[in-house]
């Protein structure tokens, strides 16, 4: 028999926190909370595994999972001491979704579930409070109508606030029991109205709604919407937990709150949260009244003048601060937590660990370690390698001038500059078209994830630190300021005015998600500081990783930077982007024009100073680090115009006439220049080239080591070797190149000669290849190109369609290809090492900053991984972690 249903309360559970794939992570979490003693209302969580279930089998439920619920809804009825469905002393539950991982885009939880006509008089009765018992009932039945029966909730705001101008109401816990009575009756006739049937009066038939509900939204568009974004399978189905209802809106004792143990945004150790006073449910994060601060710190910090929980009820926020302390102790990570307080005693709804920006993961990980809660390796595995570049980005330059014309809650930090949008289609779209947008709204809801995800920044008028803006955008590391309130939205006019300007639909704005400040135009940006706390957990990573990182740099800039973010190397310099560059491009098409080769050496012979004085450069900045210089790659034409109107001009400058470039132009064109004839097709047809380039590369390191001592390791690397011979041919023009070179300076360069593998030839030729060559570079752009036969700039246009159905899970230029490209490269790493053992192994492609491409790249037992500059902190984590993960 199959267990689909496991119960937790009264201080224990049958399930625990590991086992959150069965439970979801809310139910886990419950559970473990009830295991070490913290006050949880009683319930019972229906397992993934049901989920699973209803969607193999026409959403059928299993046969004996009826039997199971009504066992364990005994079990809470037993706890509680109440009866579900009893109307003179009715248990009420919540119905909660809860998958692995927390989803917006799943069901929203109804509470107050049970409650019918009969089952409110008797609550109204046996509570004395007929004015609680009625505000449960009126916000039950709009929520299970909305979530469940699909009934639009502004329907019922309407009726609400008809009723609230009515009576005089301000605000909703000024409407007495008399007037929610009537407006229950309004609620009923709106849903009679709307679904041609009555608000279900079964507690039983409202249960298996719900849950039916729970599982339905599992399929909703929003929650594929955001698996497919967040990469979440859509086999793991949620799970839905029952849990008896406590209370925070039965008076002036009770209360309703969201709470992290440490600051989310500075990972200070500071408790941080809201809550509000006789109220349930989310009314905190809905933003209907302004949420009041947890402690009096948060309070002063904020400038509110709302009273503090720590002032207005002391007792049960110590036992708050309590649990606090107790939940870090046992999770050893920082928690976000859900409470309500029911009439002076605290209970706790959901605890998890908590979203943060990637400042406070790094702060609360170095914390952690000098408390002794964690030690170095678990800090390292704590910060999530992508999630750094939100902090390796530019923040605003502090002496830029900023026409600050609002400011709201720092809510996600960073700074972005884009133009105003509105909805988070225009966003999209506007993204799409290559605009660096900012998304303002109100508020945001999970409909505008999409949106959110295209913009630089995100800019709110209403909800504070917690709300949807403000989490969501923490996750995705988008800077976001939120609860700006001066500023005055205008949907319909395409417009916000705040101090007297009107901002437009395109605008540009700045926001900085540090301060709150909100300011006219693109403020300019500064370098992140990279020491302190991050320097730390760097060290650390250092410590534990086996992989060397290394950086794609060609130029001066570029090594600064990769050097800086603690490059080992540079793993890939192409040669060619040195080509391009001011008044070398005409001695570049001077040799392309050349009718021979002494013409072409004539060209080359001007290159070379250029090319020698590239290098010293580099190596300069490297001191000493390995260098590994790709020759030329790319075809000819490459260099040659594009644009008719330019032959004139070139033809010109190059003395030549036009027919003659454009024939020369014409001849060499290629209708695959990608298969054509580049790389070391080029250079063995035209030795002369890497002649001169091998020259330019020795020479500049013996300057070098001339000047500064510092020699740097060339590795000369030669492109697109399919064929072992092409490689042997090659290796004998740098060979005998470098002997010249030493004997006309008396210094032999420190160098090594290896290609690169990118044909699934070389991979599996790379047994023979190796005796040519000391080192292999995975050129996993083209591998996978070549692998696949897909055109990296054309695939975009149909890769989308193949991710959505299913036939590829990942962009394969963006994370590797483990089962082809990945093959391939053991094949290589394989052979090669049998060949020439020890011979030195490195990834150079995108993937080389790609976290789970670099853990690959551990498993395979490779050398290096080289990637962006800006990468190359991303790869120090991720190759730690790597390390870390398979010492189990
Ligand atoms: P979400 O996944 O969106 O956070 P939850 O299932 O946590 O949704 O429910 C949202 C809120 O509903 C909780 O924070 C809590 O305030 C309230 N809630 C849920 N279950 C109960 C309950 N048994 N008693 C009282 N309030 C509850
Ligand atoms: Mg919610
Ligand atoms: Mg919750």
């Not at 937990?241 to 039965?250: E, K, S």
């Not at 534990?544 to 800039?557: G, H, I, S, Y």
């Not at 991979?763 to 050129?779: H, K, M, V, Y």
Request: aromatic content about 6%; overall charge negative; hydrophobic content about 40%.
């Amino acid at each position: 028999m199959t267990k689909w249903v496991y119960s937790f309360g009264n201080g224990k559970a049958e399930g625990q926190a590991d086992m959150r794939n069965l439970l979801g992570g809310k139910g886990a979490n419950l559970a473990e909370m009830s295991n070490i003693g913290l006050p949880v209302p009683p319930g019972f969580t229906v397992t993934t595994e049901v989920c699973t279930f209803y969607y193999q089998n026409e959403k059928q439920y299993p046969g004996d999972l009826n039997d199971q619920m009504d066992a364990a809804l005994a079990t809470v009825e037993g706890i509680v001491g109440a009866k579900f469905g009893d109307p003179a002393n009715p248990l009420l539950v919540s119905v909660r979704s809860g998958a692995r991982v927390s989803m917006p885009g799943m069901m929203d939880t109804v509470l107050n579930l049970g409650l019918n006509d009969e089952t409110a008089a008797g609550l109204a009765a046996k509570s004395g409070d007929p004015r609680f018992a009625y505000d449960s009932y009126r916000r039950f039945i709009q929520m299970y109508s909305n979530v469940v029966l699909d009934v639009d909730h502004h329907l019922f705001e309407e009726q609400l606030e008809i009723k609230k101008e009515e009576t005089g109401a301000v605000l909703d816990t000024e409407l007495s029991a008399q007037d929610l009575q009537d407006l229950i009756v309004e609620y009923k006739r709106l849903v009679r109205d709307e679904l041609d049937h009555d608000f279900p009066q079964d507690p039983r038939e409202q249960l298996w709604g719900a849950v039916g509900a729970v599982f339905s939204s599992w399929m909703t568009h929003r929650a594929v919407v955001y698996r497919k974004l967040n990469k979440i399978p859509e086999e793991w189905g949620t799970a839905v937990n029952v849990q008896a209802m406590v209370f925070g809106n039965m008076g002036d004792d009770c209360a309703t709150g969201v709470a992290f143990t440490r600051d989310p945004s500075t990972g200070e150790n500071l408790f941080y949260g809201e809550y509000l006073v006789n109220a349930q449910g989310e009314d905190v994060v809905a933003g209907i009244r302004t949420p009041q601060h947890l402690t009096i710190a948060g309070k002063d910090a904020q400038g509110s003048k709302l009273p503090a929980m720590e002032e207005v009820m002391p007792e049960v926020f110590k036992q708050l601060d309590d649990v606090r302390l107790t939940l870090e102790k046992h999770y050893h990570d920082m928690q976000d937590i859900e409470f309500t307080v029911q009439q002076g005693t605290l209970y706790m709804l959901q605890t998890r660990n908590g979203k943060r920006t990637t400042q406070a993961a790094i702060k609360i990980a170095c914390d952690m370690v000098d408390e002794g809660l964690i030690n170095e390796e678990e800090a390292v595995t704590r910060i999530e390698p992508q999630a750094l570049d939100q902090i390796l980005h530019p923040r605003l330059d502090p002496d830029a001038e900023r026409k600050v014309i609002g400011k709201g809650l720092p809510a996600s930090p960073g700074a972005a500059s884009g133009i105003v949008t509105f909805t988070a289609d225009e966003a999209e779209a506007r993204a799409l078209n290559g605009d660096r947008v900012m998304l303002v709204r109100i508020e945001t809801s999970p409909e505008d994830i999409h949106g959110m995800h295209a913009a630089q920044g995100i800019l709110t008028t209403r909800g504070g630190m917690t709300s949807h803006a403000a989490v969501v955008a923490r996750g995705m590391g988008r800077p976001c300021v939120s609860g700006a309130g001066d500023l005055n939205v205008d949907y319909k006019g395409k417009t916000f005015s705040v101090a007297g300007i009107t901002v437009k639909e395109g605008d540009w704005i700045t926001i900085d998600g540090g301060s709150g400040q909100i300011m006219l135009g693109e403020v300019p940006t500064v370098q992140p500081e990279l020491s302190g706390d991050f320097a730390r957990i760097m060290d650390w990573a250092d410590k534990a990783r086996r992989l060397k990182v290394r950086a794609n740099a060609e130029t001066p800039d570029d090594a600064r930077t990769a050097r800086n973010f603690g490059a080992e190397g540079i793993g890939l310099c192409r040669t060619e982007h040195m080509f391009f560059e001011g008044d070398r491009i005409t001695a570049v098409r001077e040799m392309i024009l050349a009718e021979d080769e002494a013409g072409r050496r004539a060209a080359l012979e001007k290159i070379l100073p250029m090319q020698r004085a590239d290098f010293v450069e580099l190596f300069n900045i490297m001191k000493g680090l390995p260098v590994t210089v790709r020759l030329l790659d790319p075809p000819l034409h490459e260099f040659l115009p594009r644009e008719p109107n330019e032959f004139e001009a070139i033809a010109k400058d190059l003395g030549v006439s036009v027919e003659k470039l454009r024939y020369r132009a014409a001849q060499l064109h290629e209708m695959n220049p990608m298969l054509g004839h580049r790389g070391c097709r080029l250079l063995n047809t035209y030795p002369e080239i890497c002649e001169m380039q091998a020259r330019a590369i020795f020479e500049a390191a013996i300057l070098v080591r001339e000047e500064s001592g510092d020699a740097p390791h060339c590795e000369v690397m030669v492109p697109l070797v399919g064929i072992q011979k092409e490689l042997e041919l090659m290796r004998a023009v740098i060979d005998r190149v470098a002997d010249e070179v030493a004997a006309e300076k008396g210094i032999k360069p420190d160098y090594t000669v290896g290609t690169m593998i990118e044909l699934p030839r070389a991979a599996l030729r790379a047994g023979t290849i190796a005796e040519e060559a000391a080192f292999f570079s995975f050129g996993t752009n083209d591998l996978t190109q070549t692998t696949f036969g897909l055109s990296r700039d054309d695939a975009a246009g149909f890769l989308g369609s193949y991710e959505k159905r299913g036939i590829l899970k990942n962009d394969p230029f963006a994370t590797l290809d483990k089962e082809g490209v990945g093959e391939l490269i053991e094949i290589a790493a394989e052979r090669g090492r049998k060949t020439r053992p020890g011979i030195k192994l490195g990834i150079c492609g995108e993937h080389g900053g790609d976290p789970s491409s670099i853990d690959f790249c551990e498993e395979v037992g490779l050398d290096y991984v080289s990637c962006s500059p800006f990468r190359v902190p991303i790869a120090r984590l991720a190759a730690a972690q790597a390390a870390i993960r398979r010492k189990g």
